[in-house]
């Protein structure tokens, strides 16, 4: 055997890296790019450029946003007084038939007012969160509206009414589901949360009471990062005061990564941070808030602020940004909460020094429901409807292959594999390897053959665990050598583990890169490390199947497939609201033209015992499926496979 004459141990210092440090490195690299950039900013008219560049990347990255501009068809569903001020319950339309439910806080004084948009952070209960805070503003002179954003509050997705339940657990998993679907189509979740956030200030900005020229905009944890981007993006909002969220990417990153909304496919790659919101505000006022014991913490908030100061005194504005560090952890301590009680009253309310914190009834979150359920479920669509409606309308260029080869980004490597280790056991060869698949990414693998027969066919076997597949063992007897690969970030993590490796997939994403087709790309230059001539095989698991059906198109000797329970479509996914594992398997756009089928075109593939997004078997007519009698085991399959 020609494949491991000879080698030599891989002197590498990337063999012990982990993912993260390597995904890390990638993005710390770009982050270094766009502050070298910054630095060239030194004038007004550099400052001025420098935000007609970022919005029109910031909109690039999020897939533009929804043009829908038809009624709000707003309702007013009841009412609670209190002695200063009164809540309305309202509800509205965000696009057609996709409501938002929202509490509205009046004050008694009569006239227009100033107005606070008040986003929600990752509380399953949504808008009850707001009510110390919008309580305050009210009775200072201010009209808020805090309102649900999707899947938290009275905006379930997936939602039994039978069983008063979800599908999907309330909150980020169902920001995660619905946000690896819009990957899909070229859409991004961050786009419907600031669309919702416009809508919200349309509603607003109609009230009698609302002076819709002094608007402002906070909102904590989640919510401090749906009024980033609303405030940004909106030039209604003329203040803005984002909490326990503000951090540079450079700190951010390799600490704990945010979901689908807080994560736009590209945003490091396209030379961007989270500054870029504030410098895009800027002139206008922008208080930080932040917390010391925070996962959010200072020391991420401190190069942001910093750099953002930078920024707007190039402006003469260095009086319109301020950050404060409160006491505690994730959350809005009064010393938070009166900071921005101060800061709104100094821009938008005449610098009333009406500012002090003062204690207000709290409603219990059933008072404060604007639906008979507590549940839109019988009057909203889902956001998969609407995702569903809209997958072909920003579709991807290019041919199949082209997508495959830009979305790979580089080339698999020819690389030899370093020997670790050899054993002898029950007529097999089991060597233990490590492999360099692209700079810095060096990987497990076994190689496994039968003892003294040459000339065999290849076999690559993704394996999902740090240990060598019996699966892998039983193809090598049957008369094979076997290149079992372990893609990069693998083993998967035991969080969360329903939605795939949501972690590497958006670190990855932010980056520019792929999961699914940097494991490709590992799994085309295991293929290439084989000794035969001939074509070679591939076998894979569930959302893995994906990995290798990009293997394909990147290494065209990878012809022969065995995709066990693996998924068959993408179509499921917008049939429910609830899918397992996309994070694994999402593809920018992919689904705008093509569908898993299509990868598989001109090659011999098996879906053996195909499946939805939630495991269940899927019964499908056509040569690419097939189906295990019961109790049947793999040996039809592999005599298939190894022909």
Not at 217 to 240: E, M, N
Not at 267 to 296: C, H, M, N
Not at 510 to 533: F, H, S, V
Request: proline residues 6%.
């Amino acid at each position: 055997m020609k494949l491991l004459a000879g080698l030599a141990l891989l002197a590498c210092t990337a063999c012990s890296q982990t993912y993260n440090e390597w995904i890390n490195n990638i993005a710390q690299a770009q982050l270094a790019t766009r502050k070298a950039g910054i630095r060239q900013i030194k004038t007004r008219a550099d400052a001025e450029a420098h935000q007609r560049t970022v919005h029109a990347k910031i909109l690039e990255v999020y897939g533009g946003l929804p043009t829908y501009r038809g009624p709000l068809n707003a309702r007013t569903t009841g009412t609670l007084d209190t002695a200063e001020y009164k809540i309305e319950k309202v509800m509205f339309e965000s696009l057609p038939k996709y409501w938002v439910t929202g509490n509205l806080y009046l004050p008694k004084s009569p006239g227009k007012h100033p107005a606070v948009l008040y986003a929600i952070g990752h509380w399953n209960e949504g808008k009850p969160a707001a009510q110390r805070m919008a309580a305050n503003l009210a009775m200072q002179g201010f009209v808020v509206l805090a309102f649900d954003p999707m899947g938290q509050g009275e905006r379930f997705q997936g939602y039994w009414s039978r069983a008063g339940v979800s599908l999907v657990a309330p909150g980020v998993p169902q920001h995660w589901t619905a946000g690896t679907a819009a990957i899909l189509i070229n859409q991004t979740l961050s786009s419907f949360f600031v669309w919702d956030g416009i809508r919200a200030l349309d509603y607003l900005t109609s009230r009698a009471e609302v002076d819709a020229d002094r608007i402002g905009c906070t909102g904590c944890s989640g919510g401090g990062t749906q009024s980033t981007y609303i405030s940004a993006l909106d030039p209604r909002v003329k203040v803005a005061a984002p909490l326990c969220y503000m951090q540079s990417f450079e700190v951010l990153f390799p600490g704990p990564i945010g979901d689908s909304e807080q994560s736009p496919p590209g945003f490091l790659a396209r030379g961007l941070d989270q500054t870029d919101y504030v410098e895009l505000f800027a002139p206008k006022p922008w208080f930080i808030g932040s917390t010391k014991e925070d996962f959010f913490t200072p020391a991420g908030a401190k190069p942001l602020y910093e750099e953002a100061r930078n920024f707007y005194e190039l402006l003469g504005a260095q009086d319109r940004i301020k950050w404060i560090v409160g006491p505690g952890g994730h959350g809005t301590p009064i010393e938070i909460r009166e900071g921005v009680y101060e800061w709104f009253n100094r821009w938008l309310n005449n610098g009333s020094a009406n500012w002090k914190e003062r204690q207000v009834k709290m409603f219990a979150n059933e008072d404060l429901r604007v639906t008979a359920t507590g549940q839109l479920a019988a009057d909203s669509r889902d956001l998969a409807e609407i995702l569903r409606e809209q997958r072909t309308a920003k579709p991807v260029s290019g041919t199949l292959d082209e997508y495959v080869r830009k979305l790979a980004l580089v080339q698999p490597a020819s690389a030899k594999p370093a020997v670790e280790s050899e054993q002898k056991s029950d007529g097999l060869v089991i060597r233990k390897l490590k492999i360099t698949t692209e700079p810095g990414v060096t990987l497990d693998g076994w190689l496994v053959r039968p003892d003294n027969q040459s000339q065999l066919p290849g076999v690559v076997h993704v394996e999902r665990t740090a240990k060598l597949s019996a699966r892998a063992i039983e193809i090598a007897k049957s008369g094979a050598q076997v290149f079992a690969i372990m893609p990069r970030a693998l083993p998967a993590p035991t969080r969360f583990t329903e939605h795939g490796d949501w972690e590497a997939a958006t670190r990855a994403w932010l980056a520019g890169r792929n999961l699914p087709a940097m494991r490709a790309i590992d799994i085309a230059t295991a293929a290439r490390a084989l000794d035969t001539t001939g074509p070679i095989r591939g076998v894979a698991d569930g959302v893995h199947s994906v990995a290798l059906l990009l293997a394909s198109r990147l290494e065209p000797r990878l012809h022969r497939l065995w995709l066990e329970r693996a998924p068959y479509s993408f179509a499921p996914v917008f049939d429910s609201p609830r899918h397992l594992g996309l994070h694994d398997a999402v593809m920018p756009g992919f689904y705008t033209r093509w569908d898993l089928a299509d990868l598989a075109q001109s090659r011999e593939v098996t879906w053996m015992q195909p499946n939805d997004w939630n495991n269940n078997i899927v019964v499908l007519n056509g040569p690419l499926y097939r189906y295990r009698a019961f109790d049947e085991m793999n040996e039809g399959i592999i005599n298939w496979l190894l022909r």
